[in-house]
């Protein structure tokens, strides 16, 4: 049984997960993946985030590749080109999913991994959340 349910560890529930379970709530976040896993991503942020989100940035040594200064666009057809200065920083999904993941995990967020959410039901007061393993967790309203 679990205050809340979140399904998928990505940077947006890790993040959720993060702040509610630091709140208190016993939190239960659910990915059909094992962290560390790579997500398809061109990996750029702008650095400004850290900023926003300063406990990202006791792990940020551990994600960050570097810091972009130049951005150079091409046309289609290469007759136009853009190029400004951009502060852009460039991690690799692998490591920058994993930081968040794991600073939720830090702040005592239960995890189930390797599960992948086959449905969301709501059986009287509660909410009913299954996978496609034999597991199903409640979740109280
Ligand atoms: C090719 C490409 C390039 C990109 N480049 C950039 C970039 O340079 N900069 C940028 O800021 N953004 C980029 N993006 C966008 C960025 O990847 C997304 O905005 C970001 O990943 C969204 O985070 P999220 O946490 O919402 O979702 P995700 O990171 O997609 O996480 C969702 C999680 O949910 C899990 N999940 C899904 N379904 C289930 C299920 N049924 N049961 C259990 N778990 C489940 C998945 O395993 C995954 O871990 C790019 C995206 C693509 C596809």
Excluded at 51 to 70: D, S, Y
């Amino acid at each position: 049984m679990y205050d809340i349910a979140i399904i998928g560890g990505g940077p947006a529930g890790a993040t959720a997960a993060r702040y509610l379970s630091k709140k208190g709530q016993n939190v239960c976040l659910v990915d059909r993946e094992h962290f560390p896993r790579n997500k398809p991503c061109g990996g750029g942020f702008s650095y400004g985030m850290i900023e926003e989100f300063p406990w990202l940035k006791e792990t940020a040594k551990e994600f960050l590749q570097g810091i972009c200064r130049i951005g150079v666009m091409h046309s289609p057809n290469g007759r136009i080109t853009l190029k400004s200065r951009i502060d852009m920083a460039v991690a690799l999904r692998t490591d920058f999913d994993n930081a968040i993941f794991q600073a939720a995990v830090d702040e005592g967020t239960n995890v189930m991994c390797g599960q992948r959410v086959k449905s969301v039901s709501f059986p009287d007061d509660s909410v009913k959340v299954s996978t496609y393993s034999v597991c199903s967790l409640l979740v109280l309203s």
